[in-house]
């Protein structure tokens, strides 16, 4: 019985603020609807060793908005969609980067900054698009159609983008595309990107058989089954989503502007068709907004931790390198875009 008692005084967010440091306290406030206090100790030493670290090292945290939320709002100091990553990139003043990501948004930032060390705590966050595609692919797309244009998205190694006269995220994938001017372009390597950008464009879009093992599962079903369940929710959709979901959904945009969307409209209930960690940074800032929760867990994104991102500061590891012969062109496709 007393241990009991114990146990459900630990926890008790209060007591939690009582007992560590005023800093943590307002940390562990964050991320308290989504961390048991009971689970709090086992991040906050982590946390801790991060922070000293990053001020030792004079090193940043760029995040995506798939990372965890001890991750996402107790050490990152830059976090966004992977356009407001790279473009963020260019800003850095420090002199390390950790990328809290997967290995695309690192080479993008060691592209940008050529001069930094920028880390990845896992060498294995990977992306299924990345690997749909190699350099040889956009060489043979090129011979194919010669002349049309080759728009790369971002979630491409650096060898595929040096093949490529253009990048594009999901955030700016249409006013790339209509930034060229011309009646057809080739886009990789995201197939449905591809099919939901061609149906608000005249231009002409040549796709890729690529897609992303996340947003490809989700079903217009699931749709009629969330609406059915939670009516009135308000379903937003990655646009790396299939184009029969995407028509389904109230809106589709990047992590950004989902998340700008649900600031911006307040819906009452909300779902997002993408990854799961993305609702719960979300929903932080937004505790009046209920979050309906059906979701898919990109196990890439999920390979970063707080304790690899801690060892990758403490041993330096893992830095990001790209062969100087194609990193020129690569940079080329990325400011093209950034210069849009
Ligand atoms: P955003 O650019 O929308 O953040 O998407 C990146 C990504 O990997 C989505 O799966
Ligand atoms: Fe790649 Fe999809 Fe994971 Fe994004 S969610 S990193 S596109 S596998």
């Not at 030792?56 to 830059?78: G, K, M, S």
């Not at 879009?205 to 059915?228: K, M, N, Q, S, Y």
């Not at 867990?297 to 801690?310: E, S």
């Not at 990758?312 to 990001?320: S, Y």
Request: aromatic share 4%; hydrophobic share 45%.
């Amino acid at each position: 019985m007393l241990m009991l008692s114990i146990l459900l005084n630990y926890t008790q967010p209060e007591h939690i603020a009582m007992t560590i440091s005023p800093n943590a306290a307002e940390l562990y406030s964050r991320v308290e609807r989504f961390i048991p206090a009971i689970e709090w100790p086992a991040f906050s030493g982590d946390i801790d060793a991060i922070l000293k670290l990053k001020r030792e090292r004079n090193a940043v945290i760029l995040a995506h908005n798939y990372q965890t939320p001890e991750i996402f709002h107790c050490v990152a100091d830059i976090v966004g969609d992977s356009l407001a990553l790279a473009r963020k990139a260019m800003e850095v003043e420090a002199e390390v980067i950790v990328l809290a990501g997967v290995h695309f948004m690192a080479e993008t930032a060691k592209l940008l900054n050529p001069q930094k060390t920028v880390l990845i705590p896992d060498m294995g966050a990977g992306c299924s698009l990345a690997d749909s595609i190699t350099p040889q692919d956009v060489r043979l797309m090129r011979q194919r159609y010669p002349g049309v244009p080759i728009v790369t998205y971002v979630n491409t190694s650096a060898a595929v983008k040096a093949e490529s006269d253009i990048c594009c995220t999901s955030g700016n994938a249409k006013a790339v595309v209509e930034s060229l001017g011309v009646p057809r372009v080739i886009m990789l390597p995201d197939e449905y990107l591809a099919q939901n950008i061609a149906a608000q464009t005249d231009v002409e879009i040549i796709a890729w058989r690529g897609h992303c093992e996340v947003h490809e599962r989700f079903t217009p079903d699931d749709i009629r089954e969330l609406r059915a369940s939670h009516p009135g929710v308000t379903v937003l959709a990655h646009p790396e989503c299939p184009p029969e979901v995407v028509a389904e959904a109230d809106f589709a945009g990047s992590t950004a502007a989902m998340s700008d969307y649900v600031g911006r409209e307040k819906p009452a209930r909300v779902v997002l068709m993408t990854e799961c960690s993305m609702s719960d940074n979300v929903a932080v800032d937004h505790p009046d907004v209920e979050f309906i929760r059906p979701c898919n867990l990109c196990p890439h994104m999920k390979r970063i931790t707080l304790a690899n991102i801690r060892t990758a500061l403490e041993e330096m590891r893992h830095p990001v390198t790209i062969d100087p012969n194609l990193a020129e062109r690569a940079r080329l496709s990325v400011e093209r875009m950034l210069a849009i």
